[in-house]
């Protein structure tokens, strides 16, 4: 009778056991995101939300990865470092996602780095600076370009132009001044000596003053790492000072916005920017050609409004995850890892990507494309 | 060199015009409340935004640019209504801190309402700049100037000489005195809120072709205009307009003579030390008369 009864419990166990087994297999894979859809950086976090939701539709109408649907566990940290560190330990703890791709700052990113480093969870970034890869984290990727790409980038179009001495003048936002950094880190390296280092407010509306100075530094070039619209209005007053040299901006300001307030000011004026800018000016053979077009026809089509490299880090993000998670076979979080590390060839809207141990972003110069304003629109420089 | 600190000088003065439009509106409503409104530069930021907007929808300059003034105008007498006055027994402090919300209030209306990108009116007359030996301008910061004589010359006759602005005086000295010869001090704090919107919203349209507008353009207008507002003396309008030159000027010349890293810090120390020989601001009152 005992006995029985055991077999009988045993039977039950056995049966709802199988019942979970069946239940695991259907289980969503849980993509964890922090982003800043709201604050000062909303600008960042609100495409970039909505190309992970539009994404993870598509490939869920498409049978999901690895037969399992995805399932997109967001929250909005509107900027806040702390926050998103709160959000972060529960997508690690409570939501227990698979993999964590987000952070749409620096700041945000870095706060969260050691909470993935300690949980074990693959990262990917969407955040620009260096420091997020640099030196290599085991967890942490990102695909955004750099700032220190942009400063090589400019720095390469000089050379060939026969530019050696340049005068920078930069914002005094964190992107601003991290450019800054880096430009003045690598200049060096290309041969190009910095004459002038001048600096702007983030809330001023006039810099006719330090162009001034920069009229007689002796430069070649100027090469503004702003950010906002600093950079429209330092186009602005170059041209009502008088300057005629080449003129660089940076790829934070790579929108047709900034066209726009800088007026006729803005002719010749040249920046890198990411091929998702100008699919229209790639060459029908460049590779990523297919991508930028799709992802731009899309994103433009379903929420009407223009697209940018913001969202376009989101797309590469979770591509890249879906693929590291599909080579690796399974969401086993150390072979994902691996499996993103050792990503090679993806193409995405930022470049070309391959990861290495010792390179968690993957990406070369040939990522970025240095476009020139001509007739109030972008066009290739040459 | 010559014409370098000219430009210096030009920069500052652009600079300074934008400031001293400002801070007229502070001190309106100085005069009027004894409070600081912290909302002043999100009136200036509804002024060029609705300008924006009604040359969007297609209507010319000249219409667009008065309708846009009346739009803030209108948001400010609504808050004034809704928000101020229910609180008007309630300290200055609290008046204060009511106007913070109201400003974080009207920047998000603005972003929801505009989008979060920056936008940029076109100049009013030629965008050639004007040269004069070596240093350049632009017309359109002639026209910010002289929008700030104009209404420091029409502030000045209509707090002496119309019964409007002379009740507004008196409810500025007194209260409860002008409310026993028979003033609605009610209407005068409503009244005030409307013409500081006014003003602002007319520096606003003014300064988008130079300094573009946004939603959130009026946080930092409002804090170069209140530091304007604060060295010239609060409530006065010729230290108004003085306080906002003097800091652009500072600016300029600090980022053309020292360097562009420290101008900010130089107009502040600049202004710390004032504050600390002269108290009540540059041409601040030092008895009870505040106009």
Known sequence: MRFIKFARAALALAGSLAAAGGALAQEPIRIGAFLSVTGPAAFLGDPEQKTLEMVVERINAAGGVLGRKLQLVAYDDSGDAEKARTFAKRLLEQDQVDVIVGGSTTGTTMAVVPLVEAAGTPFVSLAGAVVIVEPPKKWVFKTPHTDRMACEKIFVDMQTRKLSKVALISGAGGFDKSMRGECLKVAPKYNIEVVADETYGATDNDMTAQLTKLRTSGAQAVLNAGFGQGPAIVTRNYRQVGLTLPLYQSHGVASMEYVKLSGPAAEGVRLPAAALLVPDLLASNDPQKAVVTAYKRDYEARFKSDVSTFGGHAYDGLMLVVGAITRAGSTDKAKVRDALESTKGYVGTAGVVNMSPTDHMGLDLSAFVMLEVKGGTWSLAR | ?291
């Not at chain 2, 009136?43 to 907007?53: L, P, Y």
């Not at chain 2, 100037?145 to 007194?174: C, D, E, I, P």
């Open chain 2, 1 to 291: 060199m010559g014409s370098n600190w000219l430009q210096f000088v030009a920069s500052g003065v652009t600079s300074g015009a934008i400031y001293a439009l400002v801070a007229l509106g502070f001190s309106i409503i100085y005069n009027a409340s004894g409070a600081i409104n912290f909302a002043q530069g999100e009136f200036v930021m509804i002024g060029g935004m609705s300008a924006v907007m009604l040359l969007a929808l297609g209507l010319p300059l000249l219409v667009a640019l008065p309708l846009a003034v009346l739009v803030a105008v209108i948001v400010a007498l609504l808050v004034e209504k809704l928000a101020i006055e229910p609180a008007r027994h309630a300290g200055t402090v609290t008046l204060i801190i009511i106007t913070i919300g109201v400003a974080m209030f009207l920047r998000g209306l603005a972003q929801l309402l505009w989008g979060k990108g920056v936008h940029r009116l076109p100049a009013f007359s030629s965008e050639q700049p004007i040269e004069w030996l070596g240093a350049t301008i632009l017309p359109q910061s002639l026209w910010v100037m002289g929008g700030a004589a104009l209404a420091v010359v029409a502030l000045s006759w209509f707090y002496g000489r119309t019964l409007l602005g002379k009740a507004m005086r008196a409810t500025s000295h007194n209260r409860i005195a002008a409310q026993l010869v028979g003033i609605n001090t009610r209407g005068v704090l409503l009244a005030s809120f409307g013409l500081a919107a006014g003003l602002g919203a007319l520096g606003g349209v003014l300064i988008a072709p130079i300094a573009f507008t946004s939603y959130d353009s009026g946080i930092m207008l409002g804090l170069k205009g209140f530091a304007a507002a604060m060295l010239g003396g609060l409530g006065s309008f010729t230290g108004a307009v003085l306080g906002g030159l003097v800091l652009g000027l500072l600016e300029g010349l600090g980022a053309g003579f020292v360097s562009s890293a420290y101008k900010d810090a130089i107009a502040f120390v600049v202004i710390l030390a004032v504050l600390f020989l002269m108290p009540g601001g540059l041409l601040g009152g030092r008895g009870s008369e505040r106009v």
